[in-house]
């Protein structure tokens, strides 16, 4: 109530102030027309060029880039982080829970992550995405309409309030627009696959000096097709000699493997070298037609890279080349705004936006395992009876022909056959995402005296459902095939299945079927007041100041189909999430700020900015900013800035779902009394075996992460030709918020995790709490480089533009009780950021009349690779590499402007060609092998046109 009181006062008093000031003279108010709001500050200024640092980006340079979405433009601008944040990196199988990014593109800032950056739409938010509640979807900004890009790399959690730690990305648009305009482009890449279409429409009429008012409406159609592994060669998972093999055994043919009580038992001894054989196929069995019969995309598993002695018989499956390397997206957008002029001081405007986003994640056919006993969410082993008999001798006396009496112990006649196979039949698992997005805005701007003002109104609205569409089955149906023998895994390469098996598919095929669906929405109100306080210190100009209200409401829901509360035995393998079905929730948020612009002298200018937040669940934090600009003569200048950020919980860690599972070890003892909590019934203290709940999901008594952000740098331009800007920034985050830890860990580090054992009054273990938890913290350094060159040549006018930046310091700590982990930049990181040392865009453009042309370089330096277990353990294979090269690709377009009102732009993207650089990467959770999306781009050299013609 005191901040409501507090907004109302503040509303009430600016306007007074200003009336205070006087009214503006016909010169002071030709000023204030050139005046504008930048990213990172409310206070409007000529100087661009204030204390902290924004990159601009227009959309004559979008263009020219042959750049068709936010996604791609975020992918080229250094300060972005290389995380999982694309529809490339993240293509592959999510467990339950995190739900992946089906559908989501985000942004993510100097490595903090894509929740903790703040992406607004003409400096307001928008609603993050329906299904992960968290992240604001690259894919529903109106691109088409986009004016120009501004990045604030530094935090504005004082100006902006929660996410905006790692910086702030703002889309603008045109304010105001007349006559028609038409654009058509394409992207088509030379070895097929991943082209790009897209086409918009712009129009708008009336004149807001003339007739008082504008309308304008933007309408964009975007389409991605699909790039799949098996289209480019880089995408192979068979390179044993540099250290990559896939980790699967599941194939075409399936893999015998070893389990109680079925054929093979514990396994089978090897008589050659006595070692006992968990995984065999057949195929791979000395004499047998060898495990490349099954295909192209089957080989040999390796068992040396991935330290498993027992499996040198099993064959594997490269089912990175079935993954989708980019998804095929449909994009629609369209956007309108309409302006009023009310007297000459004020203007009301209307905007809506609106997107629909239609994405499909695809990858492999599923890898089926089987049990003895199976229960109601697992597979039956391959039993022997009337229909299965023919395959299951042909696979018995195979087995024994090579294993003879050493296998008699284990491999015994009629018992079922415990396999994994690879599916092909059942064709790829498809999940289709399509995302509903829009946000309705009403506001008023303006000037009262010498005071600007600005209000909105504001609702925006990101709904999200992902259904099954295709290679899902239910379980049932897809068990009874399997158990009865229709279905038959074992056929040899050439055979294929009978048409009763295909029925059985068609009849338990799970496609259509809802898989969940989320609703994320926010509910706006902000005011702000800027101008002069009407007295200057020792400068030419006038102390500014700004003061605000921010007061919005939060909305979050997700759900699905009851039928996924049964996991497994619903459909197999799909990725339900009915543990976290989440009833709406809501939240009010309430915020006052201020911000002073305090010119000491002509040469030193202070900014200071402070915001107020109150969370409801909570409470209230304060986060100041302080910044500097001095500039001791006209081509030199000097900033800097300190501030305190935080990010409150998403909703999904607050209020997922909780789950208490009982454990069914029998390896678990109290870690107090016993050393790494592990059961030995002839160890004291370790003789007790105890088997605790445990506990999984969300967290409601989470607090904010916090953060502290600096920066220092200079700004040099002496001459008006050359503009070079250096910056030093560092992050620090503390109480962060962790969740999924791995219970071996938690056991043999007990003293760090003890408030995770739940206890009973008797201080028995009674449950092992696994849910998210404020600990531990990150520290990121870095510096950033920006230097313009230009000058005229032959008629016409170059330009040389380099943006770099160089991570210096990546590191991580679990607790807070811990020191700072070792540095990570430079090494590989499976699930994050890839932390590169150096990247940078060089660009070189020269126009003369009619023509422009501009060639880009892009460089990702190049990082320690990651380590199969193998390989950790001691071998080497001959060609292994432990360092993935740097990334190097250049972009060239070519712009011509030769017909009256026609613009026409051609381009080469990857102009070399250049393959991504090797790395042993291989993820189940990614987008195939051989590769790394989060540095480079699949599509390889692609020619991009773009048309435009305006009417008049």
């Given at each position: 109530m005191n901040l409501l009181c507090a907004a109302v006062l503040i509303a009430m008093a600016v306007p007074a102030m200003a009336q205070d000031a006087g009214q503006p003279s016909q010169s002071s108010s030709a000023t204030?027309?050139?005046?504008?709001?930048?990213?990172?500050?409310?206070?409007?200024?000529?100087?661009?060029?204030?204390?902290?640092?924004?990159?601009?980006?227009?959309?004559?340079?979008?263009?020219?880039?042959?750049?068709?979405?936010?996604?791609?433009?975020?992918?080229?601008?250094?300060?972005?982080?290389?995380?999982?944040?694309?529809?490339?990196?993240?293509?592959?199988?999510?467990?339950?829970?995190?739900?992946?990014?089906?559908?989501?593109?985000?942004?993510?800032?100097?490595?903090?992550?894509?929740?903790?950056?703040?992406?607004?739409?003409?400096?307001?938010?928008?609603?993050?995405?329906?299904?992960?509640?968290?992240?604001?979807?690259?894919n529903s900004i109106p691109f088409a309409a986009i004016e120009r890009v501004e990045v604030l790399r530094d935090g504005a959690s004082a100006v902006y309030g929660t996410d905006a730690i790692g910086g702030v990305i703002n889309f603008i648009t045109k304010t105001d627009y007349q006559g028609l305009a038409l654009t058509a482009g394409t992207d088509v890449t030379q070895e097929g696959g991943g082209n790009i279409y897209h086409a918009s429409m712009l129009g708008g009429f009336g004149d807001l000096d003339s007739d008082r008012w504008n309308v304008w409406v933007a309408v964009n159609a975007k389409k991605n097709d699909i790039l799949r592994g098996n289209q480019r060669d880089f995408v192979n998972s068979f390179q044993p000699d540099r250290g990559l093999a896939p980790d699967t055994r599941g194939t075409p043919f399936a893999t015998v493997v070893s389990g109680t009580n079925s054929l093979i038992g514990g396994g089978l001894r090897d008589p050659s070298t006595a070692l006992t054989k968990t995984s065999i196929n057949t195929l791979d069995l000395p004499g047998g037609a060898g495990c490349e019969s099954g295909g192209d995309m089957m080989g040999p598993y390796d068992d040396k890279i991935w330290a498993s002695p027992g499996a040198s018989f099993a064959c594997a499956w490269d089912y990175g080349r079935a993954r989708t390397i980019q998804q095929p997206v449909q994009t629609l957008q369209a956007i309108g705004r309409a302006t009023f002029k009310i007297g000459d001081n004020h203007?009301?405007?209307?905007?809506?936006?609106?997107?629909?986003?239609?994405?499909?994640?695809?990858?492999?056919?599923?890898?089926?395992?089987?049990?003895?006993?199976?229960?109601?969410?697992?597979?039956?082993?391959?039993?022997?009876?009337?229909?299965?008999?023919?395959?299951?001798?042909?696979?018995?006396?195979?087995?024994?022909?090579?294993?003879?009496?050493?296998?008699?112990?284990?491999?015994?006649?009629?018992?079922?056959?415990?396999?994994?196979?690879?599916?092909?039949?059942?064709?790829?698992?498809?999940?289709?995402?399509?995302?509903?997005?829009?946000?309705?805005?009403?506001?008023?701007?303006?000037?009262?005296?010498?005071?600007?003002?600005?209000?909105?109104?504001?609702?925006?609205?990101?709904?999200?459902?992902?259904?099954?569409?295709?290679?899902?089955?239910?379980?049932p149906q897809l068990k009874a095939a399997l158990k009865n023998g229709v279905l038959n895994p074992f056929l040899m390469p050439g055979q294929d299945q009978s048409q009763a098996a295909y029925d059985a598919l068609a009849a338990a095929d799970a496609s259509g079927l809802e898989l969940y669906h989320g609703v994320s929405s926010t509910t706006t109100f902000d005011a702000s007041f800027s101008g002069s306080l009407g007295f200057k210190l020792w400068?030419?100009?006038?102390?500014?100041?700004?003061?605000?209200?921010?007061?919005?409401?939060?909305?979050?829901?997700?759900?699905?189909?009851?039928?996924?509360?049964?996991?497994?035995?619903?459909?197999?393998?799909?990725?339900?999430?009915?543990?976290?079905?989440?009833?709406?929730?809501?939240?009010?948020?309430?915020?006052?700020?201020?911000?002073?612009?305090?010119?000491?002298?002509?040469?030193?200018?202070?900014?200071?900015?402070?915001?107020?937040?109150?969370?409801?669940?909570?409470?209230g934090t304060t986060n100041p900013k302080y910044s500097f600009k001095w500039q001791p003569v006209d081509w030199l200048a000097f900033r800097?800035?300190?501030?305190?950020?935080?990010?409150?919980?998403?909703?999904?860690?607050?209020?997922?779902?909780?789950?208490?599972?009982?454990?069914?070890?029998?390896?678990?003892?109290?870690?107090?009394?016993?050393?790494?909590?592990?059961?030995?019934?002839?160890?004291?203290?370790?003789?007790?075996?105890?088997?605790?709940?445990?506990?999984?999901?969300?967290?409601?008594?989470?607090?904010?992460?916090?953060?502290?952000?600096?920066?220092?740098?200079?700004?040099?331009?002496?001459?008006?030709?050359?503009?070079?800007?250096?910056?030093?920034?560092?992050?620090?985050?503390?109480?962060?918020?962790?969740?999924?830890?791995?219970?071996?860990?938690?056991?043999?580090?007990?003293?760090?995790?003890?408030?995770?054992?739940?206890?009973?009054?008797?201080?028995?273990?009674?449950?092992?709490?696994?849910?998210?938890?404020?600990?531990?913290?990150?520290?990121?350094?870095?510096?950033?480089?920006?230097?313009?060159?230009?000058?005229?040549?032959?008629?016409?006018?170059?330009?040389?533009?380099?943006?770099?930046?160089?991570?210096?310091?990546?590191?991580?700590?679990?607790?807070?009780?811990?020191?700072?982990?070792?540095?990570?930049?430079?090494?590989?990181?499976?699930?994050?950021?890839l932390p590169i040392k150096w990247k940078h865009t060089l660009g070189l453009s020269w126009g003369k009349g009619d023509w422009a042309h501009t060639l880009t370089q892009i460089y990702r330096g190049g990082y320690k690779d990651y380590r199969p277990g193998g390989i950790v353990n001691g071998y080497t294979p001959s060609n292994w590499n432990p360092d993935v090269d740097e990334y190097i690709t250049y972009n060239y377009s070519i712009s011509w402007t030769g017909i009256q009102n026609l613009k026409a732009t051609f381009g080469v993207r990857n102009l070399l060609n250049t393959d991504p650089p090797f790395t042993v990467r291989y993820l189940d959770d990614g987008d195939g092998a051989g590769w790394e999306a989060r540095v480079a781009d699949p599509r390889g050299r692609s020619f991009n046109m773009l048309l435009e013609y305006r009417f008049e």
């Open positions: 204030n027309l050139d005046k504008i709001t930048v990213t990172g500050s409310r206070i409007k200024r000529t100087d661009v060029e204030a204390a902290l640092p924004v990159t601009i980006i227009q959309k004559a340079e979008i263009e020219a880039q042959g750049i068709t979405s936010a996604e791609q433009l975020l992918q080229q601008l250094n300060v972005a982080s290389n995380g999982p944040d694309t529809l490339a990196a993240n293509s592959g199988i999510a467990p339950p829970g995190t739900r992946g990014n089906n559908g989501v593109s985000g942004a993510n800032l100097r490595g903090q992550g894509a929740d903790a950056t703040l992406v607004l739409l003409n400096g307001r938010r928008v609603a993050a995405h329906g299904l992960a509640g968290q992240v604001v979807d690259l203007e009301f405007f209307a905007e809506v936006m609106g997107s629909k986003v239609t994405s499909k994640r695809q990858f492999e056919a599923q890898q089926l395992s089987t049990s003895i006993n199976a229960s109601s969410i697992q597979l039956d082993a391959y039993e022997l009876n009337a229909n299965t008999k023919p395959t299951y001798d042909a696979i018995y006396n195979a087995l024994r022909t090579y294993f003879g009496d050493t296998a008699s112990d284990n491999l015994v006649y009629g018992r079922p056959i415990t396999y994994r196979w690879r599916c092909e039949i059942c064709g790829p698992r498809q999940l289709e995402t399509t995302t509903s997005s829009y946000r309705v805005l009403f506001g008023l701007n303006g000037t009262l005296g010498t005071w600007d003002y600005t209000v909105g109104l504001s609702r925006a609205e990101s709904r999200a459902q992902s259904v099954l569409a295709g290679g899902y089955y239910f379980t400068g030419e100009e006038d102390v500014q100041a700004a003061l605000g209200v921010d007061i919005r409401r939060e909305e979050y829901e997700f759900g699905g189909p009851s039928e996924w509360s049964q996991g497994n035995a619903y459909v197999f393998g799909a990725p339900g999430d009915a543990a976290n079905y989440m009833t709406p929730k809501q939240r009010n948020v309430k915020a006052a700020f201020a911000e002073f612009n305090v010119p000491v002298f002509d040469s030193l200018e202070l900014n200071l900015a402070v915001r107020h937040d109150r969370y409801d669940g909570f409470g800097g800035s300190y501030s305190t950020g935080f990010k409150v919980p998403d909703f999904a860690k607050l209020f997922r779902g909780t789950t208490a599972t009982l454990y069914t070890g029998l390896d678990l003892a109290d870690p107090a009394i016993c050393p790494n909590g592990r059961y030995n019934p002839d160890v004291p203290n370790c003789n007790v075996q105890i088997r605790p709940d445990i506990i999984t999901g969300g967290n409601p008594n989470l607090d904010p992460e916090e953060a502290k952000q600096k920066s220092v740098g200079f700004v040099l331009a002496p001459t008006s030709n050359i503009n070079v800007s250096v910056d030093w920034w560092e992050i620090e985050r503390i109480n962060t918020i962790r969740g999924g830890f791995n219970l071996e860990t938690m056991r043999t580090n007990y003293a760090k995790y003890a408030q995770n054992f739940l206890r009973d009054g008797s201080g028995e273990i009674v449950g092992i709490d696994q849910r998210y938890i404020n600990t531990g913290g990150t520290l990121t350094r870095g510096i950033e480089l920006d230097a313009n060159v230009g000058g005229d040549l032959a008629g016409g006018r170059w330009n040389v533009h380099l943006n770099g930046n160089y991570l210096d310091t990546f590191k991580t700590k679990s607790f807070d009780i811990d020191p700072y982990s070792d540095n990570l930049v430079g090494m590989y990181e499976r699930y994050f950021n």
